[in-house]
């Protein structure tokens, strides 16, 4: 059997290197556009910070160790152009023709690049590849710290700013929307908002800059992904309702014998139940992992994601899961929302207060998502409330989770539990 | 109607308190029999240590506060001596019947203490009591740092260590079984006891003291607790296969009225589907609350505990919930158990490894438990197998889940999620 995976980064990887475990006798090749693989593109702002002190830590694996301990023919600079899928084969730039049975499509997502006058400006640096991310480390490492804009209020925009905060920068972040991260929540969004302020950023929403004014020696447009989805559609692979490769949850296209992972594929939201968009790293491995067994002939499925995530901003944690309320609502749920700020342990070893959010259904008692903020150790309690809305848990439920208590790890009532009891009063 | 709660501490004061929120009008008496309402036992290491300054920092509410805030009567050194049921008065040891409709027995535990000569040596000194705690604190605020004995493996002990060493005392840590923890798992112990001896401290497994030997300057017993039962069981309150008082799931004991809560109570252990004895401040809270609400006309139910507990042993931190492998044998599970090690962040950030063991089922796939060993922040990642055994879920659904993963928090891959791969290895 002769496996091709287009893609040489994390759902690539995952997908060949669990087919491989599962079929040792298997072909597989796996084509990568670039010259490095296996990086972990979470890891360039903090490369660009200099906290990865070489790009080459942000790499796990090289083509030799591939074809080394695993067997698979890693392929750099061999760039898809065509998916000829009546006479299964994967034609490249140069016009080879590479064979397969069974095709992964793992062809990730890249940044919205569509103002040209910033793509134009020397002054504007990525954060989406590899190159970009050297170049922008390159630039801070030129010169002593000057102004710099972030334009965009997401997850690599606030990971922008933190990371030229943290290099000395003075930084003004630029937000198109209301609202930070994708989230239309109010207190979310002050929160996040003052605490930049006392970070000595300068935050100005419903701005849109279409190019960088005199005076910033620097610009980071962060405006969001789209999924590589071109290849792919080309070739008679249906898209979903989100622009991503709709799949099936054996990430399954609706080509015979062709799959799709990670950032180019859509995955369920178990929340809402529907088909969402949401490229993370994480997923794309464990998406990654699910097509390579599929492919391989084994059966295994992939249940979804619960859209956790998280982010540092400038020392303070933020992550979120499941729903917002006001998503919520738009999926149809009656949603209520209880927000507590409490002690994150006792008071002789408090470092902080922690704010939670829990939104819950009314009608069932079900928990519909949880926010998280606080320092950086307190925002990963998010995944107790990701593990019970995988569960589909209601609150009542979750105000009893048994969670671990000793005084120098948490307090008694821990916050979600507290939130929790917030949220059953608004039920009743 | 007259509601007397006998124990002003987590349990009491939980049931006490929420018995007045669900009736205004109730008439509430809570019975301390020492001085001090309201402390936070589970602190008094790290008052002894001097993390908590001042004993105060343990209190959360005087009876004064209690009184104006809650319209609750709290009665200091008012010693319950009798349960005289039939007719439903609380006799105090002065001799004065306080009499009830409803009846909170939150009696607490007391450290064990069957070794005579241990309690005659004035180089002993308990941290089970606040005085005893307080007597501590001035013994290792009094001179330099001497050498000192530890007896006792479990949580405990082990925080006194932890505190000893902190204040630069040479320790030895003396413990009579073959585990610590109380949980027979090899590894666990082996990595406890690797971690105490990088930490200079001397390890002395299978040995039993009845008294501390010359050359020691201090001596601290933790040789476990027993609940406070006798007054309940004079009354002909019901106790329990494990000696505590037997509860329903509303916190009823068998007696018409008379409810149970806290470490003089059992609880329902979810995983085992079994009544266990597990005397934790968070489970004293959450079941005070239950026999609150049920004494004061709600219907509340506690649905138990999964056996979560943590701990911190000179800078490792140490969490287990649910069952070891050993106690799921002989709760007739076949179980079968994976250990990893793994990073907690991408290299860049790392700290540290983490140890995860995650024990399932065999028959079912079901999770059973789970032990996390690491720096005190990577333990905390406890609490998602708390969640997940709560919903009762299989290890193929545990290694799913959508965890939250930024570079600054956490591995792409979580240690959890790994072990779970590993753990399904052995299902199969």
């Known amino acids: 059997m002769r496996l091709v995976v287009i893609g040489g980064v ?20 796996v084509l990568e556009r670039g010259g490095v693989i296996a990086y972990g593109a979470c890891g360039f702002p903090y490369f660009a910070q200099g906290q990865a002190r070489q790009w080459e830590d942000l790499v796990v694996y090289t083509p030799d160790q591939f ?32 064979p397969y049975e069974k095709l992964v499509i793992a062809t990730g997502a890249r940044a919205r690049r569509d103002l040209p006058e910033l793509a134009a400006d020397p002054r504007v640096f990525g954060l989406n590849t590899l190159d970009e991310a050297r170049r922008l480390r390159a630039r801070l490492d030129a010169s002593p710290p000057g102004r710099a804009a972030v334009i965009g209020g997401g997850y690599l925009g606030l990971e922008a700013v933190d990371v030229l905060r943290a290099r000395g920068w003075r930084v003004t972040l630029v937000h198109g929307g209301a609202s930070f991260l994708g989230r239309a929540t109010p207190w979310l969004t002050d929160l996040i908002r003052k605490h930049l302020e006392r970070c000595r950023v300068e935050v100005r929403l419903h701005e849109r800059w279409k190019s960088v004014p005199d005076g910033f020696d620097l610009a980071v447009p962060a405006l969001g992904l789209r999924p590589n989805v071109e290849l792919a559609a080309a070739a008679g692979v249906q898209l979903g309702r989100t622009g991503a490769i709709q799949v099936t949850d054996r990430m399954e296209t609706n080509l015979n014998s062709v799959y799709a992972a990670g950032d180019c594929a859509e995955t369920l939201h178990r929340v809402s139940g529907r ?13 990654g992992r699910v097509a390579g067994a599929n492919a391989a002939g084994l059966r295994e499925r992939f249940p979804g994601v619960v859209g956790t995530s998280i982010v540092r901003i400038c020392g303070l944690g933020v992550a979120v899961t499941g729903l917002s309320e006001e998503m919520a609502r738009r999926e149809g749920f009656e949603p209520v929302s209880a927000r507590i700020e409490a002690p994150d342990r006792p008071k002789y070893f408090r470092r902080g207060l922690v704010t939670v959010e829990l939104v819950a259904d009314r009608r069932t008692g079900r928990l519909l998502g949880a926010a998280v903020a606080g320092d950086t150790g307190a925002a990963t309690r998010i995944n107790v409330a990701a593990a019970a809305l995988a569960a589909q848990s209601t609150v009542e439920e979750f105000q009893h989770l048994d969670l671990a208590y ?21 039920l009743h």
Do not use: C, Y
């Open 275 to 287: 088909p969402a968009w949401i490229p993370l790293g994480t997923t794309a491995n464990k998406t």
């Open 67 to 98: 074809a080394r301990d695993r067997k698979i023919a890693v392929r750099t600079n061999a760039e898809a152009v065509a998916i000829e899928h009546p006479r299964r084969v994967v034609r490249l730039a140069g016009g080879e023709a590479v």
């Open 10 to 29: 994390a759902a690539g990887l995952s997908a060949a290197a669990r087919a491989r475990r599962a079929d040792p006798g298997m072909h597989i090749t």
């Open 406 to 426: 000793a005084p120098p790890f948490a307090a008694v009532w821990d916050p979600l539990l507290i939130a929790a009891q917030q949220t059953i009063k608004l």
